[in-house]
């Protein structure tokens, strides 16, 4: 069986070099020796992602110290066109120097207009963007050093593990995969290749009053901190994610490659619905919990720093907006190594949540605006004062996230919303998934890395 390796393809030319990869991709994608992940009892979905039995990834492109990063993107909707969009004016007003030199997308019609929004915005500094349907040759190029994979979740795992095996650095927006299986096998590839850079997009990260948090739980500024509450709720009149409009010039099999977009999940009959507005749906998605709850959640588990979780139970319904499969209302209930329990709600009918903070045994860590607050309970009111760590205005918490990613690529340096931080967000995702639509309550092993139903 062949396999992606570095031995193969260095030192050949770049069109010799772009053979190989994709010879060599669709060997390992197609062949018999090659199993995707074993579902877990009760997952709502099954693996997607398939490994090589060759983990190890191409060597990077060399990249100098004046050079300008050079970055292919994968998934040209309207994420993908707006991080295209801010990493040009990021570039332009000299906070990171980044070329985007390749997209890939199965819609002709936004990759076009992706490609001239960039050719416009980068005239006079860099050439012309390349563009290519099937995201492996863009992956074959031996030019890139990273690549921004902004597409739906269902192939976010194999994109990633793919782009790590081709050497590349990846910007990976959230969740950062559809389900735990594909989670796991990312984290496998992730630690077996640890010269390479993985940053989920959750720029809420950034902000610094999580880091003051960290900081003040790591020194007792609470005591222990034993349970902790965070939401994302909003409301719409028309229905969540319906606002994504449907263009009535795409076609199936003439400018939108609808098999692939369907991609690891299998082929499906053409559904412009599905297509715009997949959060909506069951199979391509979780919903609230993956789309919108993780932005929360990741900065508090990276405050915390508790462990891995180890139990999840979730509830939600179908309140108002029934005619979407994903539910429209959830409760989260998260037990962590560390003994400490997280409660998490998210709505798309309501958008009045719950206020962010960290209750500790001793003090109370109020998180809700840019600063930090620390208000002791009243049984420590003697020991302990109240006080209120003002934290810096960072401006746009996704620009700074952007541009840190840009500067790991650069220092070699691993982010702090890495793989590690993103699957334990994925063991909470997909947990919560699963009870919700079963309700059962699942444990996690950290020792076993496995899930089971309880």
Not at 389 to 416: L, M, S
Request: hydrophobic share 40%; aromatic share 8%; glycine share 8%.
């Amino acid at each position: 069986m062949a396999h992606l390796n570095a031995s193969d393809t260095v030192g050949t030319n770049n069109e010799q070099s772009r053979r190989a990869f994709l010879a060599r991709a669709a060997t390992f994608a197609g062949a018999a020796g090659v199993a995707s992940l074993v579902s877990s009892a009760g997952s709502a979905r099954g693996a997607t992602a398939m490994l090589p039995e060759n983990l190890s990834a191409r060597e990077r492109a060399p990249l100098g110290e004046n050079d300008p990063v050079h970055l292919g993107v994968i998934g040209t909707g309207g994420m993908g066109t707006g991080h295209c969009q801010a990493i040009m004016a990021l570039t332009s007003a000299t906070r990171c120097n980044v070329r985007i030199a390749a997209l890939a997308d199965v819609c002709k019609p936004r990759l076009d207009a992706a490609a001239s929004e960039c050719n416009k915005g980068q005239a006079g500094r860099f050439p012309e963007v390349e563009t290519y349907n099937d995201y492996k040759e863009l992956l074959a190029r031996d030019d890139l050093h990273a690549v921004l994979i902004a597409t739906p979740e269902h192939w976010h795992a194999q994109m990633a593990i793919d782009a790590i095996l081709a050497g590349k650095d990846v910007y990976l927006e959230k969740p950062m995969t559809l389900n735990l299986e594909d989670a796991l096998a990312l984290y496998r590839v992730a630690k077996a290749n640890p010269q390479q850079i993985l940053q989920v997009g959750t720029q809420m990260i950034q902000l610094p009053k999580y880091q003051h948090a960290m900081r003040l739980i790591k020194e007792g500024a609470i005591g222990k901190p034993v349970w902790s509450q965070t939401s994302y709720c909003r409301n719409s009149r028309e229905g969540e994610w319906l606002y994504y409009a449907i263009d009535p010039s795409w076609e199936p099999g003439v400018n939108v490659d609808w098999d692939r977009w369907c991609g690891p999940l299998g082929k499906a009959p053409w559904d412009p619905q599905v297509y715009a507005r997949w959060r909506r749906y069951r199979k391509y998605s979780t919903g609230i919990i993956g789309d919108l709850l993780v932005h929360e959640m990741t900065p508090m588990v990276m405050a915390l720093d508790c462990g891995w979780p180890t139990r999840v139970v979730a509830s939600g319904g179908h309140y108002v907006d029934k005619a979407m499969e994903n539910h429209d209302q959830v409760n989260l209930n998260v037990e962590f190594e560390g003994e400490h329990t997280m409660i998490v709600a998210g709505s798309t009918c309501n958008e009045v949540g719950l206020e962010r903070m960290i209750r500790g045994h001793e003090a109370n860590l109020y998180l809700a605006g840019r600063h930090c607050v620390v208000r002791p309970e009243s049984k420590f009111a003697e020991e302990r004062e109240e006080q209120t760590i003002e934290c810096e205005d960072i401006g746009n918490d996704q620009d700074v996230h952007r541009v840190k990613f840009f500067e790991c690529v650069r220092k070699r340096e691993q982010p702090a919303s890495g793989v590690e931080l993103g699957t334990k967000i994925m063991v909470i995702v997909d947990l919560a998934t699963r009870s919700v639509w079963d309700g059962h309550a699942y444990a996690f092993d950290p020792k076993t890395m496995t899930a089971r139903k309880i």
